[in-house]
């Protein structure tokens, strides 16, 4: 799956699921990556590993969209299981923004190779500029951020104006 420059690489058996994100991991890629990772959460999988290899940076969405899944996982959302999520060699960039915003802490980070398998070859998506598809990217930002604030009360300040600005979006991109 292909996301303006962000190409996600999936590989699922029955009980463990591996998404390599290639390229950077931003907002405009959150949406795709969401769904992928609800649509294995929901399949059962019991171990999610999010290859990070060939991920030069992630910004606030994208941590933040990671961030929910993961809360989601941990508090038994998903249909069938709560999946472990784990981080599969995040440069020192990205592992300095997950400490920084204070959630590195809820996932398991590995250095080394990937899963027993490699992910599979990627596909690519028709990057819809709907207003609809555009009201659901507005959303997940700012549902991210909003995980972000809830999970670490020093991200308040450093999200608060993001959030507003994304709520007037929200409310200005609604399909009617």
Known sequence: MKASGTNLSVWSEERIACVKVAGRANFSASLSFKEVMLHLQD?????????????????????GVLAGLRRRARDGASKHSRPDIEILNPNQRVTDLLDNLGIANLFTIH??????????????????????R???????????????????????????????????????SSPS
């Open 43 to 63: 399949q059962g999988h019991d171990r999610v590993v999010i290859d990070l290899t060939e991920c030069p940076i992630m910004d606030s969405t994208f941590v």
């Open 111 to 132: 250095r080394g190779e990937a899963p027993e398998h490699t992910c599979a070859p990627s596909f690519e998506e028709d990057t819809q500029t709907s207003l609809v």
């Open 134 to 172: 555009r009201h659901e990217l507005s959303q997940t930002c700012l549902e991210a951020h909003r995980t972000l604030m809830e999970l670490n009360e020093r991200n308040v300040s450093k999200f608060k104006d993001v959030t507003r600005f994304l709520e007037e979006e929200v409310r200005r």
